[in-house]
């Protein structure tokens, strides 16, 4: 599909690891389906439809179908539609054809995958659609965070990518995120961000909870302010006093009541948390046909 991308994740990895939990793999008795084995020939041949049984964003399919084809190279699959594409109730996702013990055994992982990241992708959606304005225009940039689980991080935010949000840092790597406890230790926005331009920081967030740490932060350098727990009110002030002259992004109480209000206060960014920490798993089915 042509917006799937994953740089910098080992999707192979990904999938081998999450089959040999499933499998057991290293556990006394472990490293194969026992159900499968028993029941199934090994030589039999099924035909899958998966679908969805709600509306969803769709996000993952490659992945889900990278699950099939490490137990069956040989599998015939069928991307059905595009990644980000919104798939009203009954929609079929993939078509598959192949080996009946392989697609038994990938099924759940494959399932958990795709579910896990439509429902990201769907939540985000209706995230975007909520910033709107009365002519259908965005209001501001929908980001995501770095809430994630532990070692899902690309995906959950590729998720968010195909609901329509931007990706915030990926990590504590790519960006300066210097917030209260930074600034506690420093002694001020100020000499913070200034420590942060002088190790040479290609870019530099800063958290503000107060207007008046705002002209300090952009004097020193900082190249986004993160207004954060603001409300409506005063995030119309800050974004005044910004001016313009860096980013702006609002942060702390969003949720679907109230980040249409938010980003229209004039942040260039909302940020929300929840996008990767609480949005629930897609309703998607898996349905077989012996052949």
């Not at 991307?79 to 009203?88: K, M, S, T, Y």
């Not at 009946?100 to 209706?126: F, V």
């Not at 900082?222 to 727990?229: I, K, R, S, W």
């Amino acid at each position: 599909m042509s917006r799937y991308s994953l740089p910098g994740f080992d999707l192979a990895a990904f999938v081998e690891a999450t089959l040999a939990e499933d499998l057991g793999v290293g556990l006394p008795g472990g490293g194969h389906d026992v159900t499968s084995e028993s029941v199934i020939d090994a030589d039999a041949r099924f035909s899958g439809v998966m679908d969805s049984r709600d509306a969803i964003t769709v996000a993952g399919l490659p992945i889900a179908a990278a699950f099939f084809h490490k137990l069956d190279p040989d599998m015939e699959v069928e991307l059905l539609v595009e990644e980000g594409q919104r798939a009203e109730p009954g929609t079929d996702l993939m078509r598959l054809t192949g080996n009946a013990r392989a697609m038994l055994t990938a099924e759940r992982c494959a399932l958990n995958t795709i579910q896990h990241l439509s429902g990201i992708a769907t939540m985000t959606r209706q995230y975007v659609d909520a910033m709107r304005d009365p002519d259908g225009q965005a209001s501001a940039i929908l980001l995501d965070t770095r809430k994630t689980i532990p070692g899902l991080r690309h995906l959950e935010k590729y998720a968010t990518r195909m609901g329509g949000a931007q990706n915030h840092r990926m990590g504590l790597w790519d960006a300066a995120m210097i917030k209260d406890n930074h600034v506690l230790v420093a002694g001020g926005v100020g000499p913070a961000v200034a420590r942060a331009r002088a190790a040479g920081v290609a870019r530099i967030i800063c958290e503000v909870d107060h207007l008046e740490q705002i002209e300090p932060a952009i004097q020193a350098g900082a190249h986004h302010l993160l207004l954060d727990n603001m409300g409506l009110e005063m995030l119309r002030e800050a974004v005044a006093l910004v001016a313009g002259r860096v980013p702006t992004e609002a942060s702390g109480g969003v949720n679907l009541a109230t980040i249409g209000a938010i980003a229209a206060t004039g942040v260039t960014y909302v940020s929300a948390g929840r996008l990767t920490q609480s949005a629930p798993a897609a309703d998607i089915g898996l349905d077989f046909t012996p052949l």
